[in-house]
C-alpha cells in the first residue's frame, strides 16, 4: 500500500528523512480564513484504527466482524490503559499534580500513547510488520 495500511501519510508527515534521523509532525490545512489548522481530527481517526492491531497484534487474527468493530476498539483500549501505573498517572494529573524526570518509578512515565503513534509512524512510513503489543 502506498501509504500504508492506515493511510497516515496525509496527516503524519515526514519532515526529516536523512540516513541516521528521521522527523515527523502533523500536517495542516488551511481554513477558509487563510490560517494554518492542524491535522487533529484526522489524527485522531487515524489513532482509532490502529489502537485494535497494536494492542492485539495478529493473535486475533487479521480482521473483525463489523458487528464487532466498536466493541473491539474499546477492548483494545481498556487493555493498554488498565496497567496499574497508567491509573497513578492519571489520578496525579487529575488532582493538579506533575510527574518529575527524575522520578524513581520508571513505569509512572510509560509512554504507552505515544508508542502507540510511534506503531503507526512505523507501518506507514516503514512498512513494518505488525506485533502489537501483546504478542
Same mark, same amino acid.
Given at each position: ?10 496527516? @503524519? =508527515?515526514?519532515?526529516? +528523512? ?5 522527523? #515527523?509532525?502533523?500536517?495542516? &490545512? ?43 476498539? @474499546? =477492548?483494545?483500549?481498556? +487493555? ?5 501505573? #497508567?491509573?497513578?498517572?492519571? &489520578? ?44
Amino acid at each position: 500500500m502506498e501509504n500504508g495500511p492506515f493511510g497516515s501519510k496525509n496527516v @503524519i =508527515e515526514s519532515k526529516i +528523512s536523512e540516513d541516521t534521523l528521521k522527523s #515527523f509532525l502533523v500536517g495542516f &490545512d488551511l481554513d477558509d480564513d487563510g490560517a494554518s489548522k492542524y491535522r487533529w481530527s484526522q489524527l485522531v481517526t487515524k489513532i482509532t484504527n490502529v489502537i485494535h492491531e497494536f494492542s492485539f497484534g495478529f493473535h486475533e487474527g487479521t480482521s473483525t466482524e463489523n458487528t464487532q468493530t466498536l466493541e473491539k476498539i @474499546i =477492548e483494545a483500549a481498556n +487493555s493498554i490503559y488498565k496497567i496499574d501505573e #497508567f491509573q497513578k498517572v492519571r &489520578d496525579i494529573y487529575q488532582n493538579n499534580g506533575h510527574i518529575d524526570d527524575e522520578l524513581d518509578n520508571k513505569y509512572l512515565r510509560r509512554g504507552e500513547f505515544g508508542e502507540l503513534i510511534l506503531h503507526l509512524i512505523l507501518r506507514d512510513h516503514f512498512n513494518t510488520r505488525d506485533y502489537g503489543v501483546n504478542s
